[in-house]
T-cell receptor
C-alpha cells in the first residue's frame, strides 16, 4: 500500500538557517503530495501541494518539488524564522485518503 | 467563521464510559474524515464519509461508530472507552473525495481516558 517516510526529528536550527526536511514515498498510481503544518495546540493546515511529477509547490517561502524518479518531496526554506517552529507532515493523497509521514518537529531559535 | 469546528476541545473520562465528539463544516464540502493522532504525533485516518455515505473504515474497532446526519456533520461515538483511546481526534473535510485535494482540519479534540 501507499506509505510515506519522513526525516525523523526533532530538528533545531538558528534563525535564518537553511531548512531541508526529507520525505520519500511509496505509491501505486499517480498520487498528489502535500506538506501540512501543525502549530502548537492547533489542527493541521495545508502548507503546499503538488499534483503531478515535476510540479513545484510553494508557499510562505517554503518549496517542495514532486520528484517521481526519486519518489521524493523534500521540503526546503532558504531562511527560517522563529515563527516557523511547528510540526511538519508530509502526506500522500490518493485512493480516497491521505497517508501521513510521522511528522518532524522543527524548533527555530532566535 | 470557523470552517471546520469540533466539540468538545477537551474530554476527560474514565475507562468504560461512552462519549461522543461532534464535527461540523461550513465549507459546503462533500467528504468528511476522522483522524487519530497518537502521543508521538502520528496521524492515521479512521473513517471517511462522502455525502453521508461511509467510504473508508480503516480497521477501527467497532466500539467506534461514526454517524453523518447530513453532509455538513460527522460525529464520532465511542463505546466502552479504553486507556489506549487517549489521543487527539481530528475531523477534516474536502471538496474532492479521492484524497488528491486539500483537506481542511478542525482544531482537534484531546481525549484522555483515565
Amino acid at each position: 500500500g501507499n506509505s510515506v517516510t519522513q526525516m525523523e526529528g526533532p530538528v533545531t536550527l538558528s534563525e535564518e538557517a537553511f531548512l531541508t526536511i526529507n520525505c520519500t514515498y511509496t505509491a501505486t498510481g499517480y498520487p498528489s503530495l502535500f506538506w501540512y503544518v501543525q502549530y502548537p495546540g492547533e489542527g493541521l493546515q495545508l502548507l503546499l501541494k503538488a499534483t503531478k511529477a515535476d510540479d513545484k509547490g510553494s508557499n510562505k517561502g517554503f518549496e517542495a518539488t514532486y520528484r517521481k524518479e526519486t519518489t521524493s518531496f523534500h521540503l526546503e526554506k532558504g531562511s527560517v524564522q522563529v515563527s516557523d517552529s511547528a510540526v511538519y507532515f508530509c502526506a500522500l493523497g490518493g485512493a480516497q485518503k491521505l497517508v501521513f509521514g510521522q511528522g518532524t518537529r522543527l524548533t527555530i531559535n532566535p | 467563521d470557523t470552517a471546520v469546528s469540533q466539540t468538545p476541545k477537551y474530554l476527560v473520562t474514565q475507562m468504560g464510559n461512552d462519549k461522543s465528539i461532534k464535527c461540523e463544516q461550513n465549507l459546503g464540502h462533500d467528504t468528511m474524515y476522522w483522524y487519530k493522532q497518537d502521543s508521538k504525533k502520528f496521524l492515521k485516518i479512521m473513517f471517511s464519509y462522502n455525502n453521508k455515505e461511509l467510504i473508508i473504515n480503516e480497521t477501527v474497532p467497532n466500539r467506534f461508530s461514526p454517524k453523518s446526519p447530513d453532509k455538513a456533520h460527522l460525529n464520532l461515538h465511542i463505546n466502552s472507552l479504553e486507556l489506549g483511546d487517549s489521543a487527539v481526534y481530528f475531523c477534516a473535510s474536502s471538496q474532492e473525495g479521492q484524497g488528491r485535494g486539500e483537506q481542511y482540519f478542525g482544531p482537534g479534540t484531546r481525549l484522555t481516558v483515565t
